[in-house]
């Protein structure tokens, strides 16, 4: 069996008692970061084999993986947060276990682009989800010019390091329009802001930006909370 497990997106205790239980009791946990996932083991005191599944091994690891699965292991996979296969590893060993007749559980859990969207206030009866934006300035603006129009609302995960960047992006392209930010969700230093891109830039000038953040836009609700 393949058991796809959520883990927090912060706060350790938002993990459920199936995810607890399954964790215990499987073969081998596949870990995105065996050294994150192990501050969460040692907190509930669960001692299993680890190995790492991450973005650039998991084509390598995924068919050793499914040898196992088809001899009657049971593997749980996990990402550092959230998830499996949400900007995460996870979608091709689900695939692989399908293709080959493995029974695959679903442990649901934690969703920081499901927490963010709650957060927001903005409408969540459509929403669409475009994990990481281009890196490049260029594909980016390309990306955000293609998604005007849409009717709901938009989620993009991203980096410290780009945020500046991506909101002036958007500021260009979008003509400033209002934004959510969400970062540390779950942690001691939870933020949600909403405002013009603009103001959010000076925000972050000011304020280095740190942590994970989700960003989110709904062309109809294009009027700050703070005007």
């Given amino acids: 069996m393949l058991y796809i497990v959520s883990t927090p ?9 199936r995810a607890i239980e399954t964790l215990r ?3 081998l946990i596949a870990a995105e970061d065996t050294r994150h996932t192990k501050i969460l083991l040692e907190a509930y005191q669960i001692q299993r084999p680890l190995t790492s599944f991450f973005e650039h091994n998991q084509l390598k690891k995924t068919e050793g993986l499914l040898e196992l699965l088809k001899a009657g292991k049971s593997v749980a996979l996990v ?3 959230g998830t499996p296969g949400i900007s995460d590893p996870g979608f091709l060993l689900v695939r692989r276990a399908m293709e080959n007749n493995v029974p695959v ?3 649901p859990g934690a969703s920081a682009c499901l927490t963010a969207l709650t957060a927001s206030g903005l409408p969540a009866h459509r929403f669409l989800f475009e994990g990481f934006l281009p890196i490049k300035s260029g594909a980016r603006r390309h990306k955000l010019e293609s998604l005007k129009g849409f009717k709901g609302t938009l989620i993009f995960y991203e980096s410290p390091h780009r945020l500046l960047k991506t909101l002036k992006d958007m500021q260009d392209v979008w003509e400033d329009p209002v934004i959510v930010v969400a970062r540390e969700l779950t942690k001691k230093f939870e933020e949600v802001l909403r405002d013009k891109t603009s103001r959010l830039m000076e925000h972050f000038r000011l304020h280095a930006p740190k942590g994970e953040f989700v960003l989110l836009r709904n062309e109809d609700e294009d009027g700050s909370l703070h005007t």
């Fill in 9 to 17: 997106i912060g706060n350790l205790k938002d993990i459920t008692f």
């Fill in 25 to 27: 009791s499987v073969d």
């Fill in 79 to 81: 990402t550092d947060a």
């Fill in 105 to 107: 559980s679903v442990i």
